[in-house]
Nanobody, 118 residues
Framework: VQVVESGGALVQPGGSLTLSCVTS????????VDWHRQAPGKERELVAT???????NYGDSVKGRFIVSRDNAKKTVYLQMTTLKSEDTAAYYC?????????????WGNGTQVTVSS
């Protein structure tokens, strides 16, 4: 199983960026996928969630600015980020997970760095 994030970059405040999370080795369409982020010295924060039925949920700090979507054919989840702020600077991680009876399947990527700075 592989989970690979990409798209991180240095961007100016107010700018936009789209992250991608590509998976392989799992039946992607039945997994819930979360985006998390962690800035140095801070706790990990749940940013966005998308379920197999494409229900979405967002952290309060990104509501109205970020959009999460998925393309099951490409086994990919996207995080569109707009009106970026310096406080959005963090490593962003993708987490694909699902439960099946007593089993819990949980896969993480290695992250992609987003830096918002002028």
């Amino acid at each position: 199983v592989q989970v690979v994030e990409s798209g991180g970059a240095l961007v100016q405040p107010g700018g936009s960026l789209t992250l991608s999370c590509v998976t392989s080795g799992i039946m992607f369409s039945i997994y819930t996928v979360d985006w998390h982020r962690q800035a140095p010295g801070k706790e990990r924060e749940l940013v966005a969630t998308i379920t197999p039925s494409r229900d979405t949920n967002y952290g309060d700090s990104v509501k109205g600015r970020f959009i999460v979507s998925r393309d099951n054919a490409k086994k990919t989840v996207y995080l569109q980020m707009t009106t970026l702020k310096s406080e959005d600077t963090a490593a962003y991680y993708c987490n694909a997970h699902r439960s099946s009876g007593e089993y819990y399947y949980d896969y993480w990527g290695n992250g992609t760095q987003v830096t918002v700075s002028s």
